[in-house]
């Protein structure tokens, strides 16, 4: 269980603050390990048993695991319930499942599209991460032949699914260097699998359906046997029974310190239409998800379920942010538009895109906000008249244009008494409060000779 | 083996029950729950969230031709419009008096009144009017609404900083709901909330509106924010046990991903799909974040987050 920084300090710690540890006080120190942010390994000077304890609780409640070798990707590892609480650190592997009974064609065709989907967010590029290859035939060989014509087109992770330990054997043999999930021991054959997992090296589902207890006790036979990267698969399905189970989970492993790993989930299996596996998969996104298997690929659907993984999965206090600056939109003139925004990334793409496809080549002035949108900046604070002109002066944007009129976002129209005060030479316009207005915006009010 | 015990929150507060309608129409409860959204385990959650329509007193001219198509000659009227919302199953029909802004009409206190007339003869029921966010003219066509509906608890914002005292005024005189709006920051929500209570309004007379990102816009912070309020809530902190409304509508077909049928990057995929999902998906996370009303345009995202709040609804 989580310890705090003053049970730390009073339990483990040797008390003399001799900071050879790089922290003033063994207290300071105590409480960036509660944080999980330094090693314990720092301090020269603990017992054994405080190693013990405070490695123990640096660890991260929810273990750390990595499927995939080529370009692997790591799950589990979360140390909070949400995300304000500090972050969500791995965002879940979203995966494409492959019934074996397709026809090669159509696998080549799905891999195809999956592993070459991309989609461009804030100036990240998005995708999938990989394959579930399912044993749906029964038949060792056509299993072997899917598992074979996937990794002869992408070395994305894969998860390979049978229930039949001489199946799985015969495919670990063909794939297990790229060290895929093996999927899954079950009840009846757990110490096969268990067996599989350690003789080729690669991480083990657990599936126990029908209570945690069952699942708790599958789980601590593979662990005895000496397995430890272990993936759960609860067996909920629906929305109801996946938002219970995996809350549950999360908090088991939090709370308590039991079953802390990563869960993989089947939304395709819960759910009728394939709009609504995609918003399964959405709540599994904000919801304690590890591993997500898709039973369709659709742009369509994919598009937003990633945009959702990738704003869950921003750390609160480490917003996604532009370098303040004056920036060049298109190859803007002496008398083209100004327009002033904060330099939290998502609002300085929209702006920029917008700019770009509104044939107004602009000034784009990004103030430092801390990485917070026009909004919340504003309301903390931290985008006001006083920042805006300061930015103005600090990077010179009087000698890049010759007008004196500044664009401010429609959402701070209240900032412009204040700035006309500051800046008496000035014209104050209060631009559209959506990017996605701004070209219309400018083209109704932008006269370069009134400017 | 031990069984296994999971872990459960002992939660001291509850969220406030509003009632909206009576007095002829119908009633509808928000709120009330003493557990974090649908999960049943840890306390009760006596009314399932509900889903708002959104109907405007004049013809969108701004909308996405299959949003417009999805409602067809309806959209011409409030009251007609409204009428084919009951049909789409909404549990609320929120009014939004765009026309009264000072860029899209400026129309005022009279016309107001006639729209909110037609839609309350319309239709039974409950309804929330929400002006056109411009501080004086919020105050104008929101106090208009509160006269004609005096007596049927209809929702009133946006109710903000700058012009609570009016819009509190008028829900007490005419027995109406304050709907109040603040931009994504939990102290300023809890702020509004103590003032409105202070000079008079009752706490189980307010829904509060923390500000809605749509996803891909903000999404993650609203997620938080509502989080933040609900935990705090079930702590004990009364001054943010108001039930919470998401105008995800609004927000979301603002957007380019629901906008544009054309010039977007292939990899977006088919408009039609893409849209109606951005509108669902935004919905369902923020009801997952605490919210208990959320209002909504396409007929489908209404049919369809109507289906998984019911499915959430089940105790497992
Ligand atoms: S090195 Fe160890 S004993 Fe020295 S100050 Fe740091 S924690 Fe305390």
């Not at chain 2, 309608?21 to 009760?44: A, M, Q, V, W, Y």
Request: proline fraction near 6%; include cysteine; charged fraction near 25%.
């Amino acid at each position: 269980m989580a310890l705090t920084g003053i049970e730390i300090y009073k339990n483990y710690l040797p008390k003399t603050n001799c900071r050879e540890c790089g922290f003033p006080t063994c207290l300071a120190f105590a409480i960036k390990l509660a944080q999980r942010e330094v090693d314990p390994s720092l301090c020269p000077y603990l017992s054994e048993e405080a190693r013990q304890a405070l490695e123990a609780q640096a660890r991260p409640p929810i273990r750390l695991i990595t499927i995939g070798s080529e370009r692997p990707i790591e799950v589990g590892g979360e140390v909070v319930m949400f995300r304000h609480e500090k972050t969500f650190y791995h965002q879940p592997g979203i995966m494409v499942r492959i019934r074996d009974t397709e026809p090669p064609e159509t696998v080549l065709g799905i891999i195809d599209q999956v592993a070459n989907y991309s989609v461009e967010r804030v100036g990240l590029e998005l995708g999938l991460d990989g394959f579930a290859i399912e044993n749906t035939s029964g038949d060792s060989t056509t299993f072997i032949r899917c598992i074979e014509l996937a990794r002869s087109k992408t070395d994305m992770p894969l998860v390979i699914m049978s229930n039949n330990p001489t199946a799985m054997n015969k495919a670990l043999e063909v794939a297990s260097q790229g060290r895929p999930l093996i999927y899954a021991a079950t009840r009846d054959n757990l110490d096969d699998m268990v067996g599989l997992s350690l003789n080729y090296h690669c991480p083990l589902a657990v599936y126990g359906p029908g209570g945690l207890e069952g699942l708790s006790e599958l789980v601590e036979r593979a662990t005895g046997a000496g397995v430890e990267d272990i993936v759960l698969d609860p067996g909920a399905r629906g929305f109801a029974e996946s938002l219970t189970t995996l809350t549950q989970l999360r908090r088991l492993a939090l709370k308590r310190n039991l079953l802390g790993y990563p869960i993989i989930t089947f939304p395709g299996e819960g759910s009728e239409t394939i709009e609504e596996e995609a918003l399964l998969a959405g709540q599994q996104v904000a919801r304690y998800a590890g591993i997500i298997v898709l039973d369709h690929f659709s742009p369509a659907l994919v598009y937003p379920l990633l945009t959702l993984r990738l704003n869950i999965y921003t750390d609160p206090q480490r917003p996604i942010q532009m370098t303040p600056g004056l920036y060049t939109i298109g190859s803007p003139r002496q008398d083209s538009p100004l327009c002033v925004t904060t330099n939290f990334s998502l609002t300085y793409f929209s702006i920029a895109g917008e700019l770009e496809s509104s044939g107004f080549p602009s000034w784009l002035l990004v103030c430092d906000t801390e990485g917070l949108s026009v909004l919340t900046s504003w309301a903390a604070g931290k985008f006001d008249a006083e920042k805006i002109v300061k930015m103005l002066k600090e990077f010179s944007v009087s000698s890049s244009i010759s007008h004196r009129s500044l664009i401010i976002p429609g959402h701070v129209a209240v900032l412009r008494g204040e700035l006309e005060e500051e800046l008496p030479d000035w014209r104050i316009m209060v631009g559209p409060r959506e990017a996605v207005d701004i070209g219309g915006y400018l083209k109704r009010n932008w006269r370069g000779d009134l400017s | 083996m031990p069984p296994l015990e999971i872990p459960r929150e002992k939660w001291i507060g509850r969220v406030n029950e509003v009632t909206l309608g009576g007095n002829g129409r119908r009633e509808i409860k928000i709120g009330g729950e003493s557990t974090l959204p649908f999960l049943h385990f840890d306390g009760s959650i006596p009314n399932r969230p509900v889903v708002a329509i959104e109907v405007q007193d004049r013809e969108p001219l701004d909308w996405p031709p299959h949003l417009v198509s999805a409602w067809g000659e309806a959209l011409r009227h409030p009251q007609t419009w409204a009428k084919k919302a009951v049909e789409f199953g909404a549990d609320i029909i929120v009014l939004r008096l765009r026309s009264a802004h000072p860029e899209e009409g400026d129309t005022g206190a009279s016309e107001a009144r006639e729209s909110v007339d037609r839609v309350l003869s319309a239709v039974d029921l409950p309804i929330i009017v929400l002006g056109p966010e411009v501080t004086e003219k919020d105050n104008e066509v929101l106090v208009a609404a509160a006269e004609v509906a005096r007596g049927q608890r209809i929702g009133l914002g946006n109710c903000v900083e700058k012009n609570y005292r009016t819009i509190a005024a008028s829900c007490m005189a005419n027995g109406h709901i304050a709907i109040a709006s603040t931009p994504i920051e939990i102290n300023i929500a809890k702020q509004l909330n103590i003032l409105l209570c202070d000079i008079g309004l009752k706490p189980d007379t307010i829904i509060m509106d923390p500000t809605t990102g749509a996803l891909g816009y903000g999404i993650e912070y609203t997620c938080s924010v509502m989080e933040r309020l609900r935990l705090a809530a079930l702590g004990g902190e009364s001054m943010t046990a108001m039930p919470m409304l998401s105008d995800v509508g609004n927000e979301v077909w603002r957007q380019k991903e629901a906008r544009f049928t054309e010039g977007v990057p292939p990899s977006w995929g088919d408009h039609l799909e893409r849209s109606i999902i951005w509108e669902e998906m935004t919905a369902t996370t923020l009801l997952g974040a605490g919210a208990d009303i959320v209002v909504l345009r396409h007929p489908r995202s209404v049919e369809i987050v109507k289906g998984t709040i019911e499915k959430l609804m089940v105790r497992v």
